[in-house]
T-cell receptor
Framework: GAGVSQSPSNKVTEKGKDVELRCDPI?????LYWYRQSLGQGLEFLIY????????KSGLPSDRFSAERTGGSVSTLTIQRTQQEDSAVYLC???FGVGGTYEQYFGPGTRLTVT | KQEVTQIPAALSVPEGENLVLNCSFT??????LQWFRQDPGKGLTSLLL?????REQTSGRLNASLDKSSGRSTLYIAASQPGDSATYLC??????????FGPGTRLSVLP
């Protein structure tokens, strides 16, 4: 079946604008994760969903970041009033369930550039 | 908080060599450990998932071992090929919820 998809693949935006990043997980996967990878840095956990609920939002860098998931499927990560330090690749992953027993499958990422 | 390190940070080898990548984690109470590869500008591809009850897992030329008590995992790549060039990352669960990734080992296999 289809893997995890993300859109757009690339996004260039001006500082101060809002952006929305979309993730379509693998069908049937109840868990969904968002990560950020800055240039030359490791993966930074942002938020995860179990169904439509986000039990752990501790990784979100600031209150400009928010995420939602609807219908237990598609998720949207929104960044308001973007800053240059938000430039990074945003990766989404899904798994059959939450927790360390399940394998994660990653999408190709969205490369965000804030000018 | 779980912390993950990987050694070496970068590795360059001639084609055909066998090589070992290392991953260390601080909290040994993990359910599993997952190895990924990441090609430049791409997402992550899962290579191997080792459950905590397993000591090793094999897929083709790849073999991953897990020693929970010492907080270590190794990824062994046999007969390396130029197509193996990528960044290799290991990841472990952070108290059973999200995952913590190591910084990666950047591998170059020279033809």
């Amino acid at each position: 079946g289809a893997g995890v998809s993300q859109s757009p693949s690339n996004k260039v935006t001006e500082k101060g604008k809002d952006v929305e990043l979309r993730c379509d997980p693998i069908s049937g996967h109840t868990a969904l994760y968002w990560y950020r990878q800055s240039l030359g840095q490791g993966l930074e956990f942002l938020i995860y969903f179990q169904g439509n609920s986000a039990p752990d939002k501790s990784g979100l860098p600031s209150d400009r970041f928010s995420a939602e998931r609807t219908g237990g499927s598609v998720s949207t990560l929104t960044i308001q009033r973007t800053q240059q330090e938000d430039s990074a690749v945003y990766l989404c992953a899904s798994s059959f369930g939450v927790g360390g027993t399940y394998e994660q499958y990653f999408g190709p990422g969205t490369r965000l550039t804030v000018t | 908080k779980q912390e993950v390190t990987q050694i070496p940070a970068a590795l360059s080898v001639p084609e055909g060599e066998n090589l070992v990548l290392n991953c260390s984690f601080t909290d040994s109470a993990i359910y599993n450990l997952q190895w990924f590869r990441q090609d430049p500008g791409k997402g992550l591809t899962s290579l191997l998932l080792i459950q905590s009850s397993q000591r090793e897992q094999t897929s083709g030329r790849l073999n991953a071992s897990l020693d929970k008590s010492s907080g270590r995992s190794t990824l062994y790549i046999a007969a390396s090929q130029p197509g193996d060039s990528a960044t290799y990352l290991c990841a472990v669960p952070n108290y059973g919820q999200n995952f913590v990734f190591g910084p990666g080992t950047r591998l170059s296999v020279l033809p």
